[in-house]
């Protein structure tokens, strides 16, 4: 999965929306208690998120904002972070944008997903640190999209202006669907992704199309083309690449991941993805929280 977050980040905003977009109390348990008001299914909800945590108490959308804006300030109180003023108030405006933005292009809200989403990003995830960013990310969520669209399969889409919106909505009708995922501005299957095999390209030249390796391989950013996993003390490149605890040396040597504190050079030393000041910086998530889409992309940190 971290082999994937440089590619993800620049495909991610384009490949959901439309060209041009118009312009509560906070829980125990995120995600768990029940709400003021009924939830208002507008959509249709994601049946493989049912199925993984059943228990899940819908958030209405009206308490959208409020919920995850009381959630991640609590959160952040919980692990000891620095709080601004208003912190909740800030927060929950944020959402607010997201959620008045995403109705634009994807009018049906899921209230179910909410709920799956703020239990796995913060209720789940506690105080965890970036190294641990994947850990049971989506338990529940299993990749719903809070606000979905209408676009059939085949049906054109472009880019959302906000990564945050991004983060939360896409304009595609189906659970199983996502725009762009075959590179081009149509909303499509993800099952439809071709899988490839070693030596085979997987990512285009514009970087716009992503493939699906076979196992035991992967999709290398450097050559664009499916290359076996090596460990440590094995060579690795352009043509072989690391397993996920090694990482790949000027040398072309996989070394173990440096831990917090390590000198480094480049985030891709660190197990933590980060390299700050000279050093590996594990931070706990919750205090590096600054948008709705630090919830969901470790690339927005």
């Known amino acids: ?30 995600g768990v208690t029940t709400g003021t008001t009924e939830a208002v299914v507008t959509g249709p909800i994601d049946v493989a998120v049912l199925d993984a945590c059943p228990d899940l108490v819908p958030i209405p959308e009206d308490e959208f904002a409020a919920r995850f804006g009381a ?4 959160e952040k109180a919980a692990c000891g972070c620095d709080l601004a003023p208003g912190c909740a108030t800030h927060f929950s405006a944020l959402f607010e944008a997201v959620r ?10 899921d209230p179910v997903c909410a709920a799956a989403v703020l239990h796995d990003t913060l209720a789940a995830r506690g105080c965890a640190t970036r190294s641990e960013y994947y850990d049971g990310h989506d338990g529940c969520s299993r990749g719903c ?8 399969p085949g049906g054109p889409c472009g880019a959302f202006t906000s ?16 725009c762009g995922v075959l590179g081009t501005p149509t909303c499509e299957a993800r099952s439809a992704i071709p899988t490839v095999g070693r030596g085979e390209r997987c990512l285009s030249a514009d970087g716009k ?9 992967w999709c290398s950013a450097e050559s664009r083309v499916c290359v076996p996993e090596v460990g440590f003390g094995e060579k690795c490149g352009r043509f072989a690449e690391c397993s996920p605890a090694a990482w790949c040396s000027q040398d072309g040597e996989c070394l173990p991941l440096r831990p917090h504190g390590a000198a480094c ?18 931070f706990v998530i919750a205090c590096r929280i600054d948008s709705p889409a630090d919830l969901l992309f470790p690339f927005t940190m």
């Open 1 to 30: 999965m971290r082999r994937l977050v440089i590619v993800f980040a620049a495909l991610v905003c384009a490949c959901n929306g439309q060209p041009a977009l118009p312009g509560a109390s906070a829980a125990t348990e995120p």
């Open 71 to 74: 959630a991640v300030c609590g």
């Open 100 to 109: 008045r933005v995403a109705r634009g292009s994807a009018p049906h809200y």
């Open 145 to 152: 999209q809070v606000f979905r669209g209408d676009v059939p």
């Open 163 to 178: 990564i945050d919106v991004a983060a939360f909505a896409d304009v595609c009708a189906g659970a199983d669907m996502a």
């Open 209 to 217: 199309t992503l493939l699906a390796c076979e196992a035991g391989t």
């Open 265 to 282: 050079q480049g985030p891709r030393e660190c197990a933590a993805l980060t390299c700050e000041r000279g050093r590996c910086n594990d």
